[in-house]
């Protein structure tokens, strides 16, 4: 069966950091393009940061410089690294791993993770 589950969320202060980490079961997460996303209430589902199969990352503006996104394929996870963290970054982050293969799409969505920055 497969799954994906993210983990790491939490409270923290602004300027401070957290590193949230997505596990896959079922498949291998090194075959699949990551995206992390995140939704704050009333607000569309955001594209963060996203790392190809090649490994090749890309990061939306608003945290360009402040978040990376890397692969640990011996663990079969995917990591967000958060620093400098900033109210506006408060959201529930979502991991999602996405391949076309063979005439077929797989996509695949965690349960999510909360972010609250707040003092």
């Known amino acids: 069966q497969v799954h994906v589950v993210e983990s790491g969320g939490g409270l923290v202060q602004p300027g401070g950091s957290l590193r949230l980490s997505c596990a896959a079961s079922g498949f291998t997460l090194d075959d699949y393009a990551i995206g992390w996303y995140r939704q704050a209430p009333g607000k569309e589902r955001e594209l963060v940061a996203t790392i190809t199969y090649g490994g090749s990352t890309d990061y939306v503006d608003s945290v360009e410089g402040r978040f990376t996104i890397s692969r640990d394929n011996a663990k079969n996870t995917v990591s967000l690294q958060m620093n400098s963290l900033k109210p506006e970054d408060s959201a529930v982050y979502y991991c999602?791993?996405?391949?076309?293969?063979?005439?077929?799409?797989?996509?695949?969505w965690g349960q999510g993770t909360q972010v609250t920055v707040s003092s």
């Open positions: 999602n791993a996405k391949r076309f293969w063979v005439g077929r799409r797989y996509d695949y």
